[in-house]
């Protein structure tokens, strides 16, 4: 029977689910009017060597060399990473350095490049390494610039800075700035500083033309054009272009402090930055850099990258590594945590058995190699347990099967006796797999 006051409402004979939006083999899609200031290409830099290990990530030689092996295989031929920067202060990091730089030789195609502090010592330092390109900290923010040297003040800080850049250039390399703490930097440094350091590099060539990145360094910046200087990040980027900074040698370098760093770096790019800088699965300082593979799940909907994605399905590997570290990501974090594709209630699980995209962002399992999951509670239902069961046997179980719902009786007399701990599938699999014809390969 129809209510009479939904007359107005059409009833096609297919649903409408937006295939173009929604492919069922690829991450969702934009379907928009891209801004003007959209640049041609957009790509992404590492720093986990960097940031990830200055946030606390604890890496021997062997190990780093295994996270830029996996970064080489995630990027593959998608040009989704194009470069790494490496610490040069210890041992390790130089072993590491010096592997990454031999693998680029060979054919890898993530770019090793190093950082350093922005002193003509540490550029010297830097100029034997085999690196082409080496960042410099510059910090911009009067926080920084009047309380970090003696005399404090910025036209010692750009004294200093450019005479570094000095350096670098001379050792035949490109310099990349960072624009430290930008988000709070007057445009009366930032600006005439990014025209020096331009005018400086000017006799140098191409090759040696220098980048400049701007650090978003306590998450402070916000992805709206209508905010004033300096937490807009679109009126940051508009402003280095305006003084003749292209896209591909600017980027922007968020962290997470205030749950803004995806939404920053879409700012930045959309505005007319080609570069996001962070790292995979997002490590570093305090609640992290910009995680790339969020970043890359958005510009491979924007269109970037036509001619192929990264590899998705690497980053498990790098999830099992960092968990071997005690680093591991947590439970719920978004695409690669333990239960970032798992469902508890009775009613999602019932969706996932009648049409599994209807709670499913994409196709997971085919896109990041990851099962969507489930937990048994007092709330699964049988839904849950036929869920559970398919997912791992490839057997759908009917409700009404007897033996289903003795299963179900036993949990809920377990749940209702106090349990507060969740069913995982291990705890049933020798029950259920009793069940089985003998043909069934169980699937885990």
């Not at 540490?122 to 309380?147: C, I, K, N, P, Q």
């Not at 994409?362 to 347990?385: I, N, Q």
Request: aromatic share 8%.
């Amino acid at each position: 029977m129809t209510h009479p006051h939904t007359h107005a409402v059409p009833d096609p004979a297919t649903p409408e689910l937006y295939p173009d939006t929604f492919p069922p083999d690829r991450f969702p899609q934009y379907r928009w009017t891209p801004p003007a200031t959209l640049p041609a290409q957009a790509w992404t830099t590492e720093t986990t060597h960097r940031d990830g290990q200055q946030g606390g990530l604890p890496l021997t030689a062997e190990q780093g060399v295994r996270i830029y092996d996996l970064m080489c295989a995630f990027t593959g031929t998608s040009g989704a990473v194009r470069q790494a920067e490496f610490f040069v202060y210890h041992p390790a990091d130089r072993a590491m350095l010096q592997a990454a730089v031999e693998r680029h030789a060979s054919g890898a195609p993530v770019e090793p490049t190093t950082w350093i502090r922005a002193t003509r010592r540490d550029a010297d330092l830097v100029s034997a390494l085999g690196v082409r390109e080496t960042g410099m900290l510059a910090s911009a923010s009067d926080y920084h610039t009047f309380h970090k040297f003696t005399p404090g003040g910025r036209a010692q800080a750009a004294t200093t800075y450019l005479d570094a850049v000095q350096a670098v250039l001379d050792a035949g390399l490109r310099p990349r700035l960072h624009l430290e703490d930008a988000t709070r930097a007057p445009e009366a440094f930032l600006l005439p500083f990014v025209t020096a350091v331009q005018d400086l590099a000017s006799r140098y060539g191409e090759a040696q033309r220098p980048k400049f990145r701007l650090c978003d360094t306590l998450g402070l910046g916000l992805p709206y054009e209508t905010v004033e200087w300096p937490r807009s990040v679109p009126r940051l980027v508009q402003a280095l272009r305006a003084a003749g900074v292209p896209p591909e040698l600017m980027e922007f370098h968020p962290h997470n402090d205030t749950h803004l760093g995806v939404a920053n770096c879409l700012a930045a790019v959309t505005a007319g930055c080609a570069v996001i800088n962070g790292t995979l699965l997002g490590k570093g300082e305090r609640t992290g850099n910009a995680p790339l593979e969020g970043v890359l799940l958005h510009l491979l909907g924007m269109g970037f990258m036509p001619d192929g994605s990264p590899d998705f399905h690497v980053l498990n590997d790098l999830a099992a590594l960092y968990d071997t570290l005690g680093q591991g990501v947590p439970a719920q974090y978004p695409l690669f945590g333990r239960d970032a594709h798992r469902t508890r209630a009775g009613i999602h699980a019932d969706g996932l058995n009648k049409f599994w995209p209807m709670y499913a962002p994409f196709d997971v399992p085919r896109l990041l190699g990851r099962p969507l999951e489930l937990s048994l509670t007092r709330d699964s239902g049988l839904a849950g347990l036929v869920f559970l069961i398919h997912s791992h046997t490839g057997v759908t179980v009917p409700k009404g099967d007897a033996r289903l719902q003795a299963l179900h009786a036993d949990l809920t007399r377990d749940f209702e006796a106090g349990r507060q701990t969740a069913v995982e599938w291990e705890e049933i699999a020798g029950r259920v797999h009793a069940w089985l014809p003998r043909e069934v390969v169980p699937h885990s």
